[in-house]
């Protein structure tokens, strides 16, 4: 997972406690447990911030006394993917509860076997289509969706304002609404201004952007690898590095140097999925420029999200499935939401007040809610991802980071791109 959820490091929960019985307004669902009277305890592994906070997880003990919740949190994505895929060839060693990264799915589908169907009537319809998918193998629902990151634009008004641009949100958006030559047309402009920042981040995470755009970008349905063939491939990788000579600050996503430039206005613009306000608001806390407009080239675009999965290794399947069902219904994603920032993946959770009317403070209040309901509304296509889906993609990226580091060319980053590629087998 090294571009669908961000993995600086989050305290780690030592020993991992259980948490506290105490009462809370948290709404909840009484999907019964399969045994409401044998004391057990339910091991919830997640990685980074879901939002599953000790108050909401002992509202679930509260309706389920019998059942105790502990949670163990990864210190980042990457470990728990690691931890994943070491205890699932080991046959055991797996929380009861398992959270997976939406980019770990491909290759967890070739493992559907292992894992519990947690369809059901009560879950049934819950997401859009799209997201169901992504959860879906062998026939069966192994994947009950959390979050996901509808994309919107995230933009320095003080920049925008400098290069005598609008910097309302809604002049924002309109000034960006088109295809991805519009959005590049306008960091010309924006470039010529001379303001001494640049229009956008990186190649890189432009790019990422872009291909979520396509459902078969990379990858046939069949898992074929179409990426060294596929003219739309080769025209974003151009067309973006193109961009990038005059546009891009240059600096790779997750770098220290990105995150200093996000705080120092080395970039007006970045492409900004729900979960990255965290991030923004995180690595430059000092800023009161930023803003975010309901836009995204070409539409929309899905960057990002998880699930939870009940491996079959464990002790208490029907229990976990039970509490999984519970912890992604529209409420608990809600209360999520309220937690962490997490956006819903519930289409219930989009009438909620909660949601509708969140606003934030760091980001001029913008109408957070409502931006990112229109913006999950706008996602229409979602990329097929295979088992070399995460490989193709590193190949390209790193191909995408040689250029803009200046040590190739385009040609010649292609062909090594191509290259690479094609070494995967």
């Known amino acids: 997972m090294k571009f669908s959820r961000r993995t600086t490091a989050v305290a780690a929960i030592a020993g991992a406690a259980a948490f506290a019985i105490i009462a809370t307004g948290c709404s909840a669902s009484t999907t019964p447990a399969a045994d409401s009277s044998k004391p057990i305890t339910l091991t919830l592994a997640t990685f980074n911030n879901f939002g599953y906070s000790d108050a909401l997880l002992a509202s679930y003990h509260k309706l389920h006394p019998n059942v105790t919740v502990v949670q163990n949190k990864a210190a980042t994505s990457d470990a728990a993917q690691t931890n994943m895929f070491t205890k699932l060839a080991a046959g055991s060693g797996l929380g009861d509860i398992e959270a997976v990264d939406g980019d770990w799915m491909p290759k967890l589908r070739q493992y559907s076997s292992k894992f519990v169907d947690l369809a059901s009537a009560d879950n049934k319809g819950r997401y859009s289509a799209w997201k169901t998918a992504g959860g879906t193998a062998g026939g069966k629902v192994i994947g009950l969706g959390t979050d996901i990151g509808p994309e919107a634009i995230c933009y320095r008004s003080d920049l925008l304002a400098k290069a005598g641009m609008p910097t309302d949100p809604a002049d924002v958006a309109k000034l960006l609404t088109g295809d991805w030559d519009n959005y590049f047309a306008v960091g010309d402009k924006f470039t010529a201004a001379k303001t001494g920042a640049a229009w956008f981040d990186s190649a890189g995470a432009t790019f990422q952007g872009l291909a979520n755009q396509y459902k078969n970008f990379y990858e046939k ?10 003219p739309d491939v080769k025209k974003a990788f151009y067309s973006v590095l193109a961009a990038s000579k005059t546009s891009s600050s240059h600096l790779p996503e997750w770098t220290n140097d990105w995150a200093s430039g996000m705080a120092n206005g080395a970039y007006a613009t970045m492409l900004c999925p729900a979960w990255m306000l965290g991030v923004i608001a995180g690595d430059s806390p000092k800023v009161t420029g930023w803003n975010i407009a309901s836009v995204f080239p070409n539409g929309g675009g899905n960057w990002g999200g998880s699930y939870l999965t009940v491996p079959s290794q464990g002790k208490h399947t029907a229990e976990a499935k039970a509490f999984a069902d519970w912890l992604t219904a529209p409420a608990q994603q809600i209360s999520a939401f309220k937690t962490a920032g997490t956006f819903p993946s519930q289409v219930a959770a989009y009438t ?8 934030n403070e760091f980001f001029n209040n913008a109408a957070i809610g409502k931006i990112f309901i229109d913006r999950a509304k706008a996602v229409k296509v979602t990329p097929f991802k295979g088992v070399k889906y995460s490989a193709v993609m590193t190949a390209v990226q790193n191909g995408l980071t040689r ?11 292609w062909t090594q791109v191509v290259s690479d590629i094609k070494a995967l087998g």
Do not use: R
Request: charge should be negative; aromatic fraction near 0%.
């Open 352 to 359: 909620d007040p909660t949601l509708t009317g969140a606003t």
């Open 221 to 230: 349905n069949d898992g074929t690898v179409i990426a060294t063939s596929n």
């Open 403 to 413: 250029v803009e580091s200046g040590s190739q060319s385009i040609d010649d980053s």
